[in-house]
Structures are given as structure tokens and as C-alpha cells.
DNA sequence: GTCTATACAGTGATAGAC
DNA sequence: GTCTATCACTGTATAGAC
């Protein structure tokens, strides 16, 4: 699984094919099909599903339960180490971008709107009223996704750093 | 051309099939082979030309030109609409995210970094200091990127014309 | 459960008539 | 310049031996 992961976040969805499947996890077609009996897209969809538990055990329930200037440290920390400073792409974000958000509208939307929301939610506890937390949270999101396509684009993990001590300075400013 | 780049920019760079391409516009493989004769990467190249000729003449070369708050105003006008409030995204930044990345790594890098240098310059020119002004236009031109992928990802148009408008008056409050 | 075989549609690309 | 026909190949998916 964490293979599989790795394969649809360097190639995408369209671009992954059953042959680098096969080739790079070592296991045949045959095996592949018997485990995701729906074939590439049901792989997907279990990649997707995967990466949505991570973020709902280790940011967003924390941002839900702790204590807010606790939870969203570690949100920053665990956001760079697991996005690898830039060098690891979001496999959600890359699926919203091209034709392939149709096919998993249901997932992409979740994993970013419980996202925002726990995020908000936290601010909310710290103090924020809604609307200002609501927009300090997706301004916070949404700058995450776009450092992971600045940082790509320009090949520098630099540009991911300072934009995410950047945003995590600012927000905590605002708490 | 136009009809190009937009069925890149639906369905991504490996998503796009030369099928496709006939169908929606109307003209057959052998005509299509005789324009670009490499295929379909020489397509995709010349819609990625294409895109970046508008931004060097529509943003980049006002920013460096044009008074600086004139420009910026300019720009943040000029992305709302190029990009339809997020109904539409960025094809050098969706192709940043997955393998096309190599395929064209020149043009996507000179993109993002002649937008940022460009609008580093004219904060510059505004009275920001280089580090600030790098810092900030780097913040800006991410934050674009983010709000393309968070409005599509939340089908939500609201999402990126709040964020857009959130940076711009953050922006022009530090010159 | 795993592999090899293979089916069959669709891929990018080319040739040649017009 | 454009179209049709077709190429070789790869795509996803399945069947069946082991």
C-alpha cells in the first residue's frame, strides 16, 4: 500500500499504469486483481481512503480534541515531515487539478472540508471568531497546497520551508 | 489552440488522448501530425508557450513596467479572470504535480520563477526590502496556485475569489 | 493466492490517396 | 492540408493452471 501511494503520487492517476504497478511492488496482475477486484480505481480509491485516515488520526483529530496552540504546532510539524518539505507531493490535490477529480469528487472534498474545518474549529477555541477562523483556516490550507506546487515547480524545498514557517507565524499571530 | 490548452487543462497531460483532441476539435490525426509533428508533447508544448506568453505580456511585463501598485492591482484582477474564479485552473501548476513535471520542467520552472521575480521587483520598486519582497511575492503567486487546487477540490468558487481578495489587501498593506 | 496467457479496446503515430 | 486506413504497441482486465 504505501508503494502503491508513492506510485500515484509521482505519476498520477491517469499516469500510472498496471505495468509499473506490477514491475515496481513485485506482484502480478493476477494478484492485483484479486485484492482490488475493481482494478486501478478501486486501488485509487483505497490510496485515497489511506492517506484520509493519516490526516484524520494525526492532524485533524488532534486540531478537534487538543488544545489549540498545541494541536496546530504539531499540524505544521507533521504537515512538512509528511509532505517531506515539498518533496512529496498531495495526492489529493494532484486529483483535484485534472479530470480525475470527477471520479473521486466525494473523497477530495472531504479530506479538504474536514480539513478546514477542524482547522477553523481550533481557531474558533483560540479565540478567532467564525468567519475570521473559517477564513484563517483555508487560507492556511490552500497556502500548504500551493507551497507543494511552487516548491515542485521551482525544484526547491527552500520555497516549502519558508512559506510554511511564513503561514505558522502569521496564524499564530492571529490567536 | 485555445481549444487545445483547454482539453489539456481538463483532463492533464497523460488524461489527453490525441481521440480527444480529433473529436473536440474536429481535426484528424494526420492534420494534427502535420502542424506538430512530435505528437502530443509538441501540442502540449505549444499550448505551455502559449500560457506563458499571455502571463509575460498580461502580468509579468506590466509588473515590471507599470507603477507597482497599478501592476499588482492589475494582476490580481488580471488572474481572477483568467483563471474564472477557479473554474478553470492552471495547467503549468497541475503539470508541476505529477511525471509531466520532468517532460517539461523548463517551461513550468521559468514560469513560476520569472511570476515570482517579476513580482518581487515591482514590491521592491514599491519600498519593500529584496528578502520581504521575494517572501511576499512568493506567498502571493503559492497562494494563487492553493486557491486553484482548494476551490476545485471544494467545487466552490467562493473559496478562491475570498482568498484572492484576502491577499490582495494583505499585500498591499506591507508597501 | 500467485503466476502466465491472453483478450480486446484504445494508445500514439504513420502512410498514402485525394 | 486533410482524411481514412492501418500500424505496432500498451492499456485494463480476465481466465485458468498451479
Known amino acids: 500500500m504505501p508503494l502503491l501511494a ?4 509521482e505519476l498520477g492517476y491517469e499516469g500510472t499504469t498496471l505495468s509499473q504497478i506490477t514491475e515496481r511492488t513485485g506482484i502480478g496482475k493476477g494478484s ?25 488520526d494525526f492532524i485533524y ?11 496546530i504546532a504539531a499540524m505544521w510539524r507533521g504537515v512538512d515531515d509528511y509532505f517531506r518539505s515539498g518533496g512529496r507531493i498531495c495526492l489529493v490535490g494532484a486529483f483535484a487539478l485534472d479530470g480525475t477529480r470527477e471520479r473521486f469528487s466525494e473523497a477530495i472534498n472531504g479530506y479538504f472540508r ?28 490552500l497556502g500548504i497546497q500551493g507551497a507543494l506546487v511552487l516548491s515542485r515547480a521551482l525544484d526547491d524545498h527552500d520555497v516549502f520551508r519558508r512559506a510554511i514557517t511564513g503561514m505558522q507565524t502569521r496564524l499564530k499571530a492571529t490567536f
Request: no cysteine.
Open 114 to 141: 474536514r480539513w478546514v474545518e477542524a482547522l477553523a474549529g481550533a481557531l474558533v477555541r483560540g479565540g478567532l471568531k467564525q468567519d475570521a477562523a473559517r477564513a484563517e483556516a483555508e487560507a492556511a490550507v
Open 6 to 9: 508513492e506510485i500515484f503520487r
Open 61 to 71: 483529530e488532534p486540531l478537534r480534541r487538543d488544545e489549540p496552540a498545541v494541536a
Open 32 to 56: 492485483l486483481y484479486h485484492f482490488f477486484p475493481g482494478g486501478k480505481e478501486e486501488m485509487a480509491a483505497a490510496v485515497l481512503e489511506e492517506v484520509d485516515r493519516w490526516f484524520e
